[in-house]
Every structure is written in structure tokens, then in C-alpha cells.
């Protein structure tokens, strides 16, 4: 079983501030996911990371952005947020190509 | 059209009702399938995981995939208030493409 940590749980925060939304795990695994869930929808995936260096936007349009620079963390950074960033974030992992993703419990994350 | 339709629910049913959740999908290329279960303000749990067609089991719940016609359930066996959650089924191809989720259906077990 994956231990995927994500900080912090919940954030109210005003417009115009930098975020960045935490995620780390501890089992090695290369492949790395950022979801955005909203109530009532499935989840999309706004980026994802198949190794240390190696991002890639996901199928949401998503002013955020991500970095890989350890293999156990994959953080997520808004440079200014909006209220249209409300939403909550869930961080993903999975090692192998076809073995199922392990998530977080995600930061639920809301922009006055 | 979605290439994963889930009924959202709501779903409320007594405590010991045998519940089936169901997924359809229309990507022939999708291999491999999931169940997840979401308590509110939790992250999504990994339930069920198959790749072949028919039926698996694990306790009191079953997931059954039906290849040919693209569809999957996931039956709950003797609900308890405990399996009180939404269920999220997701899927994906074998040429490493994407996981695609259902919306996911809220099932509330009154006791």
C-alpha cells in the first residue's frame, strides 16, 4: 500500500497569493499525479510526472505548475490565485505501467 | 459523450441490501479497471483492480467486467452504514494512456 502525504488539508487564502500544495510519498514510486476534483464530477488530471525532470500537462487546462526535482515529491505551485482555483487537489502515485494509482487525501483549497 | 458514464446517485439503501454500482464505457482499448471508494474528505481508496473479463471477489465485495459490452459493477454484499460513501470507477488502456474516471455515485447505507 502507498503512503502519499499531501499538505496542508485545507487552505482559505485571498486572491492574488502564491500557493504551493505539498506531495510527498514514500514507496519510490516514478509516476506522479496532480487531479482537480470538484463536487459531483470526476476527477480531471491537471499534470503528471513519470520520473525525476519529466512534467507533462495533463487533458484540464491548468494555470498551476509543477516540479520534480525528488523522485518522493511532486509540489504544486499557484503563482496567483484566483477564485476559480477553488476546487480540491488530489495528489496521485503508481509504479509500473499498468498498476493502479494510490492517492492522498487531497487539499481542499478555497480563494476569497 | 464521455468515454466513462457512471450514475451519480444519489443511492440510499438499508443496511444488509445487496447494492450494484455500474460503469459504461465506450473505448474498446480499455484493459484494465477499477473500483475506488472516496469517504467524504478523504482521498479516493483503492477497492478493486482486474484486467480480464468475469467476475472478482474480495469479501463482500465483487467487481464483474463484461468486456463485450462494456460494462463493469461493483456488487456490495450485506451493506453496512460503514460503506456509506461515493464510489469512483476509473479505467485505462495498455499503451500507457490516461486514467479515465466516472463522476462517481454516492451510496448512503441507513441502518
Known amino acids: 500500500e502507498a503512503d502519499i502525504y499531501q499538505t496542508p488539508r485545507y487552505l482559505v487564502i485571498g486572491t492574488g497569493k502564491k500557493i504551493t500544495l505539498e506531495c510527498s510519498q514514500t514507496?519510490?514510486?516514478?509516476?506522479m499525479y496532480w487531479y482537480q476534483q470538484d463536487p459531483g464530477m470526476e476527477l480531471h488530471l491537471i499534470h503528471y510526472?513519470?520520473?525525476?525532470?519529466?512534467?507533462e500537462k495533463g487533458d484540464l487546462s491548468s494555470e498551476s505548475t509543477v516540479s520534480r526535482i525528488r523522485t518522493e515529491h511532486f509540489p504544486l505551485t499557484l503563482e496567483s490565485a484566483r477564485p476559480s482555483h477553488t476546487s480540491q487537489y488530489l495528489c496521485?502515485?503508481?509504479?509500473?505501467?499498468?498498476?493502479?494509482?494510490?492517492f492522498g487525501d487531497g487539499t481542499r483549497l478555497s480563494i476569497l | 459523450q464521455k468515454e466513462v458514464e457512471q450514475d451519480p446517485g444519489p443511492l440510499s439503501v438499508p443496511e444488509g441490501a445487496i447494492v450494484s454500482l455500474n460503469c459504461t464505457y465506450s473505448?474498446?482499448?480499455?484493459?484494465?479497471f477499477m473500483w475506488y471508494r472516496q469517504y467524504s474528505r478523504k482521498g479516493p481508496e483503492l477497492l478493486m483492480y482486474?484486467?480480464?473479463?468475469g467476475n472478482k471477489e474480495d469479501g463482500r465485495f465483487t467487481a464483474q467486467v463484461d468486456k463485450s459490452s462494456k460494462y463493469i459493477s461493483l456488487f456490495i454484499r450485506d451493506s453496512q452504514p460503514s460503506d456509506s460513501a461515493t464510489y469512483l470507477c476509473?479505467?485505462?488502456?495498455?499503451?500507457?494512456?490516461?486514467?479515465?474516471f466516472g463522476q462517481g455515485t454516492e451510496l448512503s447505507v441507513k441502518p
Open positions: 510526472s513519470y520520473g525525476v525532470n519529466s512534467t
Open positions: 496521485a502515485s503508481r509504479q509500473g505501467s499498468n498498476q493502479p494509482q494510490h
Open positions: 514507496m519510490g514510486h516514478d509516476k
Open positions: 482486474t484486467y480480464s473479463s
Open positions: 473505448n474498446s482499448a480499455f484493459q484494465y
Open positions: 476509473a479505467m485505462k488502456d495498455n499503451q500507457g494512456g490516461k486514467l479515465i
